[in-house]
């Protein structure tokens, strides 16, 4: 009560920030007489002054309003377009690192060229973040030209740029682009072996377009490059054709959660058939040597139980393609994690893709805290202003619109049955329809869609239909749903960055209608008629009562339905928007539809009523704000396990750089050696130990195995009153005399280069490895909640445990691959580099019962230019090897999960390398 009062006399804490920005904004307007004088030369020579001004030692914030009026008087030349004063607010909630929340259609895109000039003047780079290709070249090529007026250079990442394109895009002042490809230049830049082939410079200021979009929506999916793993299709078949057999009783479904596990029955059941079916030898399915099958049988479940056809993915080319739940958009290229994929497509008959190992990858959370400072706008961003500021410490501000919203936002209506319902919306797109008013239909998947459009054609209405298979396509089509009369079906979130203006879109019909007009007069006359056109049928709209916007179901988020509803009522027109529900719907169906039914009907509801009453609104919103927390709890689990995998990728990420910036690594490999013979020797004789308990011969074969030096260890164990730290410099003596005459051999310059090239592969071979071991800790650490333990704290301090064997790991393989390797100078090779036949995609590791699928991409990439060296390795790992399978002491350092070097066919780590 005192909170609502206090609100009212002083303003809300958004009200109050506003306000404080008015001094600024008027110091802006009251420079703009004095900058419209200026001649295009002399405007474009505030930059320089501008510049030269932060050189010496000025701020950011004291240029601001100079800067912010040059960027405005540069978009009235170039653009024709004025930033209004709620757009110089934006601009500077944005230069604050913070996200500015602007209704559709009030110009976002032009209010980031304030912030970008003005954070570009210190030569660091800004990254302008966007949603899809098409807009990143869009707004690359019509923003650019304020910056390149104003002498800025501007670049623009897409998919497909090779690397000297990318790395100039990178050194330009302004770089837009989308997430995964700044994402995925970040992580290939930290498996390069040079600095110079490194793309990406230092992070400085980013502002992330439609940032909810990305930021919440897209972060649950990390991205990851990833390299063939082994193949198991063959399992993923076998299992495939017993998951029919299951009944209902044999497992258990939860909507909510989107989970589906085996009961006890069905595990028995489950067992029952794989045994018949030969696929079990010996042990139950919960046995180790079985725990593979068991992964199969869940992810098949998961498949078949859980993902529909034409809803989660589609069936094209011989391929599963999955369909994003909130855009409807087909994500090609992207992949399931875990191998759900795999069962999908074992489900569907299609060929069954080899599953991937993770090589790299990181989060969206991660690699956007990397920026040291970040700021965003979208038209929907409050109902998620606790997880933007918990998650990425950015504050959210409500910018007011520049002309009052007066769109009439209805009750929703809500029918016991989805075919009432339906009927409902197509009666209210019939009526629209017949008056000449616009009209765009939200639905929340492609098949849906597709049942509408379908309902609409049996009706006799003219529509599109969004399919959002090609952004420049969706564009167009989006851009003249305002036409009169216009129908327009689309999934909830398409078409995003692109205005409906009612009558129709200027820009989109010049480039589609006289754009292969030569003749600048005749050029020049079309255009004056599509003005005519336009401004006409605007008019007409605009009496029919602007943009009608229907919502066939409510969206799991608020904001997905708000963002829907942002398409009507911009720039002060009219519009209107209502929801279409019924208790069929799967919002609805999940949370308690059941006893609304009973009562509706004990109530009297007839066929074709609906409820419409504020309380149901307000009931939804209750029950989406329930699925939003879920959500969010999900999203922040998940960033707790990826945390401890972040600090650990700082670490080797910045290892890497170190070691790329030294002229030589020759001390870092000195002290790894001295670390390995210390822990060697310790290993063996322990501190303070008899002499009659030192494992002398173990000792000796390990020396032989690591430094290929077959010392007299025996003998000097028996030599009277000698102690370890006598033997430990015995053997360190007699390695560096090998590598002295080494150096010697080779010559300080080629040694020096192999010793860093030999670092570097061994830590990128090692840091792979340890992602797979993280991976499979991570699957199975969420059984420790039954012993009464956290799994995450048993996940942080298992996977500490495992990072510093894998440094143990890299400084005995290096040591050992730089004491056997063997040069021969008239073979020379390419080094090996560990971007060979690697894929890129984003991958989700599902909750523990949450059944949240991942998805991760197997898209190749050109590897670049390798670094060369005209040198040929004998040791195992570093190049052309001499093996004797009978002659352990030849195999050099194995990796655990490659084929064993006896010949066996089983892994090393099941053979030679078994533990003990």
Request: hydrophobic share 40%.
């Amino acid at each position: 009560m005192f909170g609502v009062l206090a609100k009212r006399l002083f303003g809300s804490a958004n009200d109050r920030f506003l306000k404080g920005l008015n001094p600024t904004v008027a110091a802006i307007n009251a420079l703009e007489p004095q900058f419209q004088e200026l001649s295009d030369e002399a405007l474009r020579g505030r930059t320089a002054e501008l510049r030269g001004r932060l050189a010496q030692g000025e701020t950011l914030d004291a240029i601001l309003p100079e800067a912010f009026a040059t960027v405005r008087e540069a978009a009235k030349r170039t653009l024709g377009q004025r930033h209004y004063d709620v757009q110089l607010i934006g601009g500077i909630v944005l230069h604050q690192g913070k996200i500015a929340e602007m209704k559709t259609g009030e110009g976002k895109t032009l209010v980031a060229t304030l912030a970008v000039y003005l954070n570009a003047l210190a030569g660091k780079g800004v990254h302008v973040v966007t949603v899809n290709d098409y807009l990143a070249k869009r707004d690359a090529a019509w923003m650019g030209q304020v910056y390149r007026f104003l002498g800025l250079t501007v670049g623009c990442i897409v998919h497909g740029l090779s690397e000297d394109e990318r790395r100039a895009a990178y050194a330009a002042d302004v770089t837009y682009g989308t997430n995964n490809e700044f994402g995925f230049d970040y992580l290939r830049d930290n498996m390069k072996f040079r600095l110079e082939d490194m793309v990406q410079r230092e992070f400085n200021f980013a502002i992330v377009d439609e940032v909810d979009s990305i930021l919440i929506d897209e972060a649950r999916t990390p991205l990851i490059i990833s390299g063939p793993a082994e193949d198991s299709s063959a399992s993923y078949i076998a299992v495939n054709k017993l998951l029919p057999q299951l009944t209902d009783e044999d497992f258990e479904k939860d909507e909510k959660a989107r989970s589906v596990t085996f009961t006890e029955t069905g595990a028995n059941h489950m067992e029952e058939l794989l045994r018949e079916a030969g696929l079990i030898e010996e042990g139950g399915l919960f046995d180790i040597q079985n725990v593979s099958l068991l992964h199969h049988a869940n992810q098949g479940l998961r498949a078949h139980k859980l993902f529909s056809r034409d809803t989660d993915y589609i069936v094209k080319d011989d391929k599963v393609v999955i369909i994003d739940e909130f855009t409807g958009r087909m994500m090609e290229g992207r992949r399931y994690s875990e191998g759900l994929h795999q069962a999908l497509e074992a489900k569907e008959g299609v060929t069954i893709q080899q599953e991937n190992q993770t090589l790299a990858s990181i989060t969206f959370q991660n690699y956007f805290r990397l920026y040291p400072k970040l700021g965003g706008m979208t038209g929907t961003a409050m109902t998620e202003a606790g997880e933007f500021l918990e998650t990425y410490n950015l504050e959210v501000i409500e910018i007011p619109t520049n002309v009052q919203v007066v769109r009439k936002d209805w009750d929703d209506e809500v029918y016991r049955t989805a075919r009432e319902k339906y009927d409902a919306v197509l009666e209210q797109v019939r009526e629209c329809q017949q008056r000449g008013q616009p009209i765009l239909v939200g639905t929340v998947s492609i098949e849906k869609s597709e049942m509408l459009a379908e309902a609409l054609k049996k009706a006799g209405i003219k529509h599109q239909v969004l399919n959002a298979r090609f952004h420049e396509q969706e564009a167009f089509i989006i851009a003249q749903a305002g036409v009169p009369g216009a129908v327009t079906i689309a999934t909830n979130m398409a078409g995003r960055g692109t205005d409906i203006q009612l009558g129709g879109n200027l820009e989109m019909r010049t480039a589609h209608e006289a754009a292969h007009i030569e003749d600048e007069t005749a050029r020049a006359e079309k255009i004056e008629q599509i003005k005519a056109e336009i401004e006409a049928a605007r008019q007409q709209a605009l009496a029919a009562g602007g943009l009608f916007v229907v919502g066939s179901e409510r969206h799991e988020s608020r904001r997905i339905d708000n963002q829907l509803r942002g398409r009507s009522g911009r720039q002060g027109d009219p519009g209107a928007s209502k929801f279409f529900l019924s208790l069929e719907d799967d919002l609805m169906r999940i949370f308690g539809s059941e006893r609304m039914d009973s009562m509706l009907q004990k109530l009297g509801l007839q066929e074709g009523e609906a409820i419409v009453h504020p309380w149901v609104n307000k009931a939804l919103e209750k029950a989406q704000q329930k699925v939003e927390a879920r959500h969010f709890e999900g999203r922040k689990y998940l960033l707790k396990y990826d945390d401890v995998m972040n600090d650990q990728r700082k670490v080797v990420f910045e290892q890497r750089k170190d070691l790329m910036r030294a002229a030589d690594v020759q001390e870092t490999v000195t002290e790894m050696r001295d670390d390995v013979i210390d822990a060697l020797v310790s290993r063996f004789i322990p501190h303070n130990a008899y002499a009659e308990q030192w494992q002398t011969d173990s000792l000796h074969e390990e020396a032989l195995r690591l430094f290929g030096l077959d010392l007299p260890i025996q003998d000097w164990a028996k030599e009277e009153g000698i102690a370890d730290q006598e033997i430990k410099e015995r053997i360190g003596t007699a390695v560096k005399q090998r590598m002295a005459a080494k150096t010697a051999n080779f010559g300080p310059e080629v040694m020096r280069g192999l010793e860093k090239q030999i670092l570097l592969l061994v830590l990128d071979r090692q840091w792979k490895d340890h992602l797979l071991s993280l991976d499979h800790l991570r699957q199975g650490v969420q059984l420790r909640a039954y012993g009464q333990r956290d799994p995450l704290i048993e996940y942080k301090r298992e996977a500490f445990d495992l990072f510093e064997s894998m440094l143990a790991e890299v400084r005995e393989e290096t040591v050992s691959l730089l004491s056997r390797v063997e040069l021969r100078p008239q073979e020379p090779v390419q080094v090996p580099r560990p971007r060979q036949e690697m894929h890129e995609g984003r991958e989700d590791v599902a909750l523990s019962g949450s059944g949240a699928a991942g998805t991760a991409a197997e898209t190749p990439r050109p590897s670049g230019t390798a670094a060369q060296q005209p040198v040929t390795s004998r040791a195992a790992g570093a190049g052309v090897a001499e093996i004797d399978p009978k002659d352990p002491s030849t195999w050099g350092k194995v990796s655990r999960n490659a084929a064993c070097p006896c010949g066996s066919g089983k892994k090393y780590k099941h053979c030679h390398g078994k533990l003990s």
